[in-house]
């Protein structure tokens, strides 16, 4: 990568470098409270509006690029950004605390997922050609030739996300399928990680120019939300939305895209407990062991993850599992978590679960005054009956905090799931005794989550072609799709159809002899 590692403080508009005109913010290392250089300052509708058009501009040409330059347009991204090493582990950790191990498992997550997608390009699937085999003697009317592929929708928006600086930011997973798709990118970076946001942003500016593309293939704003987040999802070359965050923000954003005289959507991951089920016999053999697991996973990243476990029911005797999860929470140190506002929020959710009538405390973890904004574990048990009384226990507390919940039989269970909402995953644990009702469960769960897990703890996505990282309202804003896997690149497509169209003036891979040589659907049948 030719692109140079000094952070500058600007905006990447196309191939400009361009300092914002707005009130200027820094990262700010939440162990210290220390701000960190450069500061960044915040566009304005100006810059929105020169970002989209150059998207726009570039559309065209980017979308016709062939398979192969495209894919390795990818690949070249995912290596410029591995090559940013311990440069860039440094400045995510120095911004969001987040252990340097943590981060260099999630830099390898995000460069494997364009890997991934380069490859999805390259195959050619993702097109979605079909062909039906015209019959101009059928009767009472002739079948006519019809061809389907997939195109993309346009100039795409992507919102970053602030526990996931590199996965689900800059070159994350909404920009990797959007780019894979064939659409421009103007990303909003998240304020809590600018640092990172601009040393990634350089990296795939670099690919763009060492492909020789379009300028407008790829931009990076710095602004807040209302303003010019707004401003970018109202823009009317603005074709969709990619989003991760908290269920008001995206909220805001959805209203913003149906208040436009054209509405587009907005596929906004938000809110989630993922909800975790014990069952007696797992209860009864394992419990003391699934206590500890459990922690484990409540605790990492601070519980600052869209798939912690914020929930436990427990059918069955969970006094072993509680005790174990309790010691396990005793032992827990304080964490820096990723910002002031963050911590603020978590505090205040964990406040509410103490005050909380009908609510006991099992443990707390401990707390570190060295750290600006610690994050200390909580641990804390209800009975049925409560938890269906006061609907607010329901509400996620995005931190290391979770309540079990003593569960009197399955009726209850199975009216307790009815009235939870929508969740990106949802766990049980059982054993072979269990699998009966286990049974009876599934399919009110697959009803309820985008993902169901028998065994392990829902923290940890695995990046492949078969997961789904999505599910019903609230946990996102579209349940049929998801930010996770390859399947995520249908979110910036759409079908177009061909009728009677001559083979000469068809897109290649509708071409009568396949010349690209992709997997396509004849008569509904692999060709």
């Known amino acids: 990568m030719t692109a140079t590692l000094a952070l500058t403080g600007s905006m990447l508009i196309g191939a400009a470098d361009v300092r914002g005109r707005g009130k200027e913010i820094r990262g700010v290392d939440p162990a210290t409270g220390q701000e960190l250089e450069p500061g960044y300052g915040l566009g304005d509708e100006s ?36 090559a940013l090493g311990d440069t860039l582990v440094a400045r995510v950790v120095a911004e969001t605390g987040i252990p340097a191990p943590r981060v260099r498992g999630e830099l390898a997550r995000t460069t494997n997922q364009l890997r991934l997608f380069a490859s999805v390009v390259a195959d050619g699937r993702f097109l979605g050609a079909r062909l039906d085999t015209p019959d101009p003697d059928r009767t009472p009317l002739p079948k006519p030739d019809l061809r389907q592929r997939k195109v993309p929708l346009g100039p795409v928006a992507v919102f970053s996300a602030s526990n996931f600086p590199l996965a689900f930011s ?38 763009v120019q060492a492909h020789d593309l379009p300028e407008g293939v790829f931009s990076l704003l710095f602004g807040d939300g209302r303003g010019l987040g707004t401003a970018l999802v109202k823009h009317p070359r603005i074709a969709a939305v990619g989003f991760t965050g908290s269920r008001s923000g995206g909220l805001a954003l959805v209203a913003a895209a149906q208040s436009r005289p054209v509405p587009i959507p907005v596929y906004a991951e938000m809110s989630s407990v993922n909800p975790v089920i014990l069952l007696p016999g797992a209860l009864a053999s394992s419990g003391a062991s ?111 905090a979770s309540l079990v919940v003593r569960v009197r039989d399955l009726a209850q269970l199975e009216r307790i799931l009815d009235t939870l909402e929508g969740q990106l995953t949802a766990t049980v644990h059982a054993d072979e005794s269990d699998h009966d009702t286990v049974a009876a469960l599934l399919p009110r769960l697959e009803l309820l ?54 083979d000469a003036l068809l897109p290649e891979e509708l071409r009568d002899g396949n010349p690209l040589g992709i997997p396509r659907l004849r008569d509904g049948a692999a060709e």
């Open 47 to 82: 810059d929105v509006d020169r970002a989209v058009s150059l998207a726009w501009q570039a559309f065209p040409v980017y979308r016709a690029t062939s398979l192969r330059a495209r894919s390795a347009f990818l690949a070249t991204v995912a290596d410029n950004i591995d």
């Open 170 to 207: 800059v070159a994350g997973g909404d920009t990797a399928s959007a780019l894979a798709a064939g659409a421009p990118v103007v990303v909003k970076a998240h304020s809590a990680h600018p640092g990172t946001s601009e040393l990634v942003g350089r990296a795939i500016r670099a690919a």
């Open 290 to 400: 699934l206590g500890t697991e459990f922690v484990a996973s409540l605790t990492t990243s601070a519980g600052q993850l869209c798939t912690n476990p914020g929930l436990v029911f427990a059918l069955g005797d969970p006094t072993g599992f509680l005790a174990a999860a309790g010691e396990a929470v005793k032992a827990a140190p304080g964490a820096a978590m990723l910002n002031t506002a963050i911590h603020k929020s978590y505090v205040a959710g964990f406040t509410r679960l103490v005050d909380a009538a009908g609510v006991t405390e099992v443990a707390v973890g401990g707390t570190d005054d060295a750290i600006a904004a610690c994050g200390q574990a909580g641990l804390f048990v209800t009975d049925g009956d409560t938890f269906l009384a006061e609907h607010a226990l329901q509400e996620e507390v995005f931190g290391a």
């Open 449 to 502: 989550a985008g993902r169901v897990l028998y065994g392990g703890w829902p923290t940890g996505v695995e990046v492949g072609h078969a997961v789904v990282h999505g599910g019903p309202f609230p946990a996102t804003s579209t349940p049929a799709t998801t930010s996770v896997g390859t399947l995520a690149i249908e979110r910036w497509q759409r079908p177009v159809s061909y009728q009677n169209v001559p």
